[in-house]
């Protein structure tokens, strides 16, 4: 019997879910930085790109040769997430963690 689609998967769409929020997210902050200041602290949708991406943001920054300039950073920080992303998918699929589409009855 399969478990149930989105309690039984839980771990699977957390991870899942999450990371896409964060890599769209760096990918919005990277756009956004195009029309907006550095420093706006009283933007709050500025804010609110710094919050969910800065972490990314910083880890890509020590992985990534100094070479790379600072504003690109959110769009390597995006880069980076998406293939973690691909092999947490392929990690929690090998454990049995995904759900399947069975078609048919």
């Given amino acids: ?12 769409w957390i991870v899942n879910y999450g990371l896409s929020i964060v890599i ?3 990918v919005g902050r990277w756009l956004l930085g195009f029309f907006m200041p550095r420093i706006q602290p009283q933007n709050y949708i500025w ?3 710094l919050m969910l991406t800065e972490w990314a943001v910083r880890s890509a920054a020590w992985i ?4 790379v300039r600072p504003g ?14 691909i092999v947490l998918f392929f990690f929690l699929h090998s454990v049995g963690m995904t759900p399947s589409v069975s078609i048919g009855g």
Avoid: E, V
């Fill in 47 to 49: 804010r609110a790109f």
């Fill in 64 to 67: 990534t040769p100094s070479l």
């Fill in 24 to 26: 769209w997210s760096c």
């Fill in 1 to 12: 019997m399969q478990p149930d689609f989105f309690f039984g998967y839980l771990p699977f």
């Fill in 72 to 85: 690109w950073m959110p769009l390597i920080a995006a880069f980076w997430l998406y293939w973690i992303r």
